[in-house]
């Protein structure tokens, strides 16, 4: 089932907020046709997400209502923006929105597909850290959902465990739809990945996920979900954040860089050349990441291709050890 995100460190809410508990719709018919059956949670934009039934089509969905004392202007515009943003994409790996609604009783709601699973911040709790094959899996879904979003003008502008869902389909439980486009941003032409315009305001996204031209503000542009997504597939591997100092949400980046794999997890098992694309992924400098979902896309599948023999991470050399005799 399609859960909402839970408060974990550090894929807590992008900004702390307080606002009273919202009406329990549940039993209420939306539109004549949506049964809402059980309230599933909150989602991140002041919204409750609820299990439901096409009356007439008996298919079960998910519907994100917006809280009615949340209606205003501002927020109902930012609520429509994620629907938008997400109903404009065609990857197999993005949440499918099925309509957007604002009825006679001033309710706004989006009906999507209803998924069932967990997102990956449960499960890291639940399993991590995470065999290298399985991360790279991942990282690779999420790589061609971003693919697909960037070659349509949008940016996610918040890739982190929470908002990557994983279901079972096409023969794998690993199978990741990518959810909440609530503060992506729309930039540059369909078709042409990599020029969108850069952005410059608020601050939006989770700390520990954004890059530093993110953190403060702008401008940045598509390159922010390169870098979070190498974050993703770094925490996945080893639990850690890649940068050290800190706290898990305003991680200080050092000049040096990120640190290693083998510095977070030395026992972890990884080919050289996937850590070699985290790493740039990672880059504090965006001109050093990939420039693009696809070119990071080429160098995930060739890693999965290579007839490798995963290694420990951690290089008993590198640690001023003596490798044991034959």
């Not at 080893?238 to 860089?257: E, H, Q």
């Amino acid at each position: 089932m399609h859960e909402p995100k839970r408060d974990r460190e550090p894929d807590a809410p992008r900004a702390p907020c307080s606002r009273r508990a919202s009406v329990d719709l549940t039993g209420r018919v939306l539109g004549g046709r949506y049964k809402l059956l059980r309230r599933l949670g909150h989602g991140g934009s002041g919204a409750t997400i609820y299990e439901a039934e096409h009356l007439e089509l008996r298919r079960r969905v998910a519907v994100k209502v917006l809280d009615p004392g949340l209606s205003d202007a501002d927020t109902v515009a930012r609520f429509t923006h994620e629907a938008r943003a997400a109903a404009a994409l065609r990857s197999e790996h993005i949440i499918d929105i099925i309509e957007l609604v604002r009825d006679d009783s001033e309710l706004v709601y989006m009906v999507m597909e209803c998924l069932d699973g967990e997102d990956l911040a449960a499960t890291l709790a639940n399993d991590g850290p995470l065999d290298w094959r399985r991360v790279l899996s991942i990282g690779t879904q999420v790589c061609q959902a971003l693919v697909d979003a960037h070659a349509r003008g949008v940016v996610h502008c918040d890739i982190k465990p929470g908002n990557c869902f994983r279901i079972s389909r096409g023969g794998t439980d690993d199978f990741i739809k990518v959810l909440d486009f609530g503060v992506s941003s729309f930039g540059g032409r369909a078709g042409r990945e990599g020029e969108g315009r850069r952005r410059s305001g608020p601050v939006i996204g989770t700390p520990g996920y954004m890059p530093q031209e993110q953190l403060r503000g702008g401008p940045y542009d598509h390159r922010v979900d390169i870098f979070a997504l190498g974050v993703l597939m770094f925490r996945l591997l080893t639990d850690k954040m890649p940068y050290s100092g800190g706290s898990l949400f305003v991680p200080r980046r050092p000049a040096s860089g990120p640190i290693a794999l083998r510095q977070a997890a030395p026992a972890v098992e990884i080919p050289d050349a996937f850590e070699a694309v985290i790493l740039k992924s990672v880059a504090a400098d965006p001109a050093e990441r990939y420039q693009s979902a696809t070119e990071m896309l080429a160098a995930l599948l060739a890693v999965a291709d290579a007839p490798t023999a995963p290694r420990l991470a951690r290089d008993p050399l590198a640690w001023g050890e003596r490798p044991s005799a034959a």
